[in-house]
């Protein structure tokens, strides 16, 4: 066995190769090598998905949909996410390769768009890897998003600007060389990069869903999380009339480098207040409620629920209890603690009730990770 100083020689030498300014070195002792820190999300129902009960940090994440299914708002919130994690040390990017951000909606949705943000809107992909790659070393930025993989344009087709000169697979190409560059360099500098996805159709004709980018972007994600909308729609009385306020998204990991893949959960977004939820964003409250019995949070017997003291029959008296009790930061982080006790061994309490039903989705769009 090699002496200790022999190996520590090696390390040093090894570590030559470590880019300047990067938070980690490249080679370490296995007793060195840090657990994945997670970054607490929105949602404690994605917590549990996620595994870790947050985004894992400074890792490739994709968020992929149909349209209208939530991924620019789940990149918004999530952007949020790690604002609040750093507290305000580190800044935020958004790379707008559509070129139709909404500093409205970020804002509506509780994201600063000020000076904490950078938005960048390049001409193509390429330039916009590149820009990434100097916004991920430069240490200034804890997180980015990448909008959109489908649709970004490659400096070929924005060149020639015809159908005939586009060449096949440019943007898998393209696509790859970011996430080949982007994935080592974002774990060295503690940067979380977020990348938004469509579903594409299926050109050998099977009808299956698929998403754009090729093998090269599934493969490095650490985590892919699949985004539908479900049937149900909520209804409200805006200005005398019955309108759309809001929809379940069914949420499913078809890929978790830290956890169990192909769980599945949901959560209740609101485009703009109404009786359910007076501020536009995820029913945080609802999938508190949810999470905090199946976790066993909360005891239940019978009718009767309890949790520190406090104890009503009825799930709704309960909780109403339980939430003007002055309790509810401190239940949050008790259900978050138990989602990361519990969400590698699957020991959920299963519970017989409406509330924790599935919310329907088109039967289509359930696909799993050998399909997309």
Same mark, same amino acid.
């Given at each position: ?9 090696? %390390? ?9 300014g ?18 607490? #999300?929105?949602s404690?129902?994605?917590?549990? @998905? ?6 894992? +940090? ?9 349209e209208?299914?939530?991924k ?9 996410? #790690? ?5 305000? +040390?580190?800044m935020l990017?958004?790379?707008?390769? +559509?070129?139709?951000f ?10 600063s ?7 960048? =809107? ?15 070393k430069?240490?200034?930025? #804890? ?16 060149? =020639? @600007? ?12 393209v ?17 979380? #990069?977020? $990348? ?7 050109l050998?004709? $099977?009808n299956r ?17 699949? %985004? ?5 729609? $909520? ?6 009339e019955?309108? =759309? ?24 977004? $609101? ?26 949070a ?5 009718s ?8 009503e029959?009825?799930? +709704? ?23 990361k ?20 989705t ?11």
């Open positions: 066995m090699a002496k200790a100083d022999e190996i520590d020689k090696l %390390l040093k030498d090894l570590n030559k190769f470590t880019p300047e990067s938070e980690r070195p490249v080679a370490m002792r296995g007793s060195n090598v840090e657990k994945v820190h997670s970054i607490p #999300c929105f404690p129902s994605l917590a549990y @998905l996620l595994a870790i009960a947050g985004w894992p +940090e400074g890792k490739l994440i994709e968020i992929f949909g149909k209208h299914a939530g620019t708002s789940f990149a918004l919130l999530a952007l949020k996410d #790690c604002f609040d994690y750093y507290k305000g +040390e580190r990017a958004y790379m707008d390769l +559509e070129h139709r909404n500093p409205e909606w970020a804002e509506t949705l509780g994201l768009v000020d000076d904490n943000l950078i938005v960048i =809107q390049p001409p193509d992909a390429e330039s916009g890897t590149d820009i990434m790659v100097e916004l991920i430069s240490k200034k930025i #804890c997180a980015i998003v990448w909008d959109s993989i489908g649709g970004s344009a490659t400096r070929h087709s924005m060149q =020639q @600007l015809t159908d005939k000169n586009d060449r096949m697979g440019g943007a898998a190409a696509m790859k060389r970011n996430v080949q560059t982007v994935a080592p360099l974002a774990n060295l500098y503690n940067v979380t #990069c977020f $990348y938004l996805n469509q579903l594409r159709a299926d050998d004709g $099977y869903a698929m998403t754009p980018g090729g093998h090269a972007v599934k493969h490095a994600m650490s985590v892919r999380l699949y %985004l539908r909308p479900g049937r149900d729609k $909520y209804f409200d009385k805006i200005n005398g019955n309108t =759309q306020v809001g929809f379940p998204i069914v949420m499913k990991t078809v890929k978790n480098s830290y956890g169990p893949p192909l769980r599945e959960g949901w959560t209740d977004f $609101y485009s703009q207040p109404s009786v359910w939820l007076d501020h536009p964003g995820i029913d945080v409250e609802r999938d508190l409620t949810r999470m905090g019995i199946l976790v066993g909360v005891q239940k017997a019978g009767w629920y309890s949790y520190e003291g406090i104890k029959q009825g799930r +709704e008296a309960f909780f109403q209890s339980l939430y003007e009790s002055g309790k509810k930061e401190e239940f949050f982080e008790k259900v978050i603690e138990l989602i006790q519990k969400s590698n061994s699957g020991d959920l309490i299963v519970v017989e009730d409406d509330e924790f039903v599935r919310p329907e088109n039967p289509d769009e359930d696909i799993n990770d050998s399909e997309v």
